[in-house]
């Protein structure tokens, strides 16, 4: 069993500046993806980044430039940090974690981005 808690989120001005952290507990085994996801009301939740346990790191496009994920493995903990950011990116923002055919999500954590 895995359990997930991002923290981080807020309010921030647009052209701000935001790292999203993701605290993994239970049992990570060497080969996994995390990423982060965002849903906004009404629609579905997309792919913000994601990072596999070799290495490979994947964004969507609308991010591109904008986000680094990143990930401490010793803390068994996730980063997402954004920067330049746009009202559009307001949404709640969820970690998971895939191994072993099993996939966990976090309770999610809200970021707005308004001035």
């Known amino acids: 069993q895995v359990q997930l808690v991002e923290s981080g989120g807020g309010l921030v001005q647009p052209g701000g500046s935001l790292r999203l952290s993701c605290q993994a507990s239970g049992s990570i085994f060497r080969t996994y993806v995390m990423g982060w996801y965002r849903q906004t009301p009404g629609q579905q939740r997309e792919l913000v980044a994601s990072?596999?346990?070799?290495?490979?790191?994947n964004y969507a496009d609308s991010v591109k430039g904008r986000c680094t994920i990143s990930g401490d493995n010793a803390k068994k903990t996730v980063y997402l940090h954004m920067s330049s950011l746009k009202p559009e990116d307001t949404a709640v923002y969820y970690c998971?974690?895939?191994?072993?055919?099993?996939?966990?999500w976090g309770q999610g954590t809200q970021v707005t981005v308004s001035s």
């Open positions: 990072m596999t346990s070799d290495g490979g790191i």
């Open positions: 998971n974690i895939y191994q072993f055919g099993r996939l966990y």
